[in-house]
């Protein structure tokens, strides 16, 4: 059963303060001087994606100690499988594009209640644009509402994809001509698809919750429709964090790209 309205609104007001502000402290970090180190796997983490982390992991719990907690930055522990409900953090998703200067990073924060979305925030400090959604209560963009586009057809269709494997030839089915383009933050690429600036954004691999949990309820209230590169639906919260692949769209386009997807195996995770 859902929480109610009410609930949901008091929800987004709360994770919508804290992205704006983690926001200003990522600006703020950034201006000061980063320090970067390597993560396990290689991919840069900085002093800002830390101090974010503490930022919005104290101001939530504090305000919903019963949450659970699952943040790409915090070290995962078993306990958030118990709760009922969870926050689903990226402190700054895009770490590169922050790094270097560009605007294509964001603060994506989610409350997930038994599995699903219920409320979400998309926050892009550097582009002043901020994406939320509440369950049932559809995607706005700066407080304006927003849908995904109505493109029927993939021919010319604008995706946010990886050109050379979209051009290769380990499809047994070809696409058609797409225009591609590339955007660092999984989210803000769901939240782009939200707002029909693009008609889809697909990934073969794996991706994080905290990736795109966000940005599944944004996208599903605009009207897209969010899956795994075989149609199957995400659910959040499991004891592996994570999805197994990506395809965000625009509604009619859904069917036209799983039937194309859907032969290539799901990476193993």
Same mark, same amino acid.
């Given at each position: 059963?859902?929480?109610?309205?009410?609930?949901?609104? /008091?929800? $987004?007001?709360?994770?919508?303060? %804290? =992205?704006?502000?983690?926001?200003? +402290?990522?600006? &703020?970090?950034?201006? !000061?001087?980063?320090?970067?180190?390597?993560?396990?796997?290689?991919?840069?983490?900085?002093?800002?994606?830390?101090?974010?982390?503490?930022?919005?992991?104290?101001?939530?719990?504090?305000?919903?100690?019963?949450?659970?907690?699952?943040?790409?930055?915090?070290?995962?522990?078993?306990?958030?499988?118990?709760?009922?409900?969870?926050?689903?953090?990226?402190?700054?998703?895009?770490?590169?594009?922050?790094?270097?200067?560009?605007?294509?990073?964001?603060?994506?924060?989610?409350?997930?209640?038994?599995?699903?979305?219920?409320?979400?925030?998309?926050?892009?400090?550097?582009?002043?644009?901020?994406?939320?959604?509440?369950?049932?209560?559809? /995607?706005? $963009?700066?407080?304006?509402?927003? %849908? =995904?586009?109505?493109?029927?057809? +993939?021919?010319? &269709?604008?995706?946010? !994809?990886?050109?050379?494997?979209?051009?290769?030839?380990?499809?047994?089915?070809?696409?058609?001509?797409?225009?591609?383009?590339?955007?660092?933050?999984?989210?803000?690429?769901?939240?782009?698809?939200?707002?029909?600036?693009?008609?889809?954004?697909?990934?073969?691999?794996?991706?994080?919750?905290?990736?795109?949990?966000?940005?599944?309820?944004?996208?599903?209230?605009?009207?897209?429709?969010?899956?795994?590169?075989?149609?199957?639906?995400?659910?959040?919260?499991?004891?592996?964090?994570?999805?197994?692949?990506?395809?965000?769209?625009?509604?009619?386009?859904?069917?036209?790209?799983?039937?194309?997807?859907?032969?290539?195996?799901?990476?193993?995770?």
């Amino acid at each position: 059963m859902s929480a109610p309205v009410h609930d949901l609104s /008091a929800d $987004l007001d709360l994770i919508r303060a %804290a =992205a704006l502000a983690a926001g200003e +402290l990522a600006l &703020a970090e950034r201006e !000061a001087g980063l320090k970067i180190w390597s993560k396990s796997g290689g991919s840069p983490v900085t002093s800002a994606d830390m101090a974010v982390d503490a930022l919005l992991r104290d101001a939530l719990l504090t305000a919903r100690p019963d949450h659970g907690w699952l943040s790409e930055e915090t070290a995962d522990t078993p306990d958030r499988l118990s709760a009922r409900r969870i926050f689903v953090v990226d402190p700054i998703d895009g770490t590169v594009a922050y790094m270097k200067g560009k605007p294509w990073w964001c603060i994506p924060i989610a409350v997930v209640e038994d599995g699903r979305p219920v409320a979400a925030v998309i926050h892009a400090p550097a582009l002043g644009e901020t994406f939320t959604a509440t369950l049932g209560g559809g /995607a706005l $963009l700066n407080g304006r509402p927003v %849908a =995904a586009s109505d493109t029927a057809d +993939l021919d010319d &269709a604008s995706v946010l !994809a990886d050109a050379r494997l979209m051009e290769g030839p380990h499809w047994p089915e070809p696409w058609p001509a797409m225009r591609y383009e590339k955007r660092n933050a999984i989210a803000y690429r769901m939240a782009l698809v939200a707002a029909g600036a693009f008609d889809a954004a697909i990934a073969l691999t794996p991706k994080w919750d905290w990736d795109v949990c966000a940005g599944a309820l944004i996208v599903e209230e605009a009207g897209g429709k969010v899956s795994d590169h075989h149609g199957g639906a995400w659910r959040f919260n499991q004891p592996d964090p994570r999805q197994g692949s990506l395809v965000c769209s625009a509604p009619a386009l859904h069917p036209l790209i799983v039937r194309r997807t859907a032969p290539i195996p799901l990476a193993p995770r």
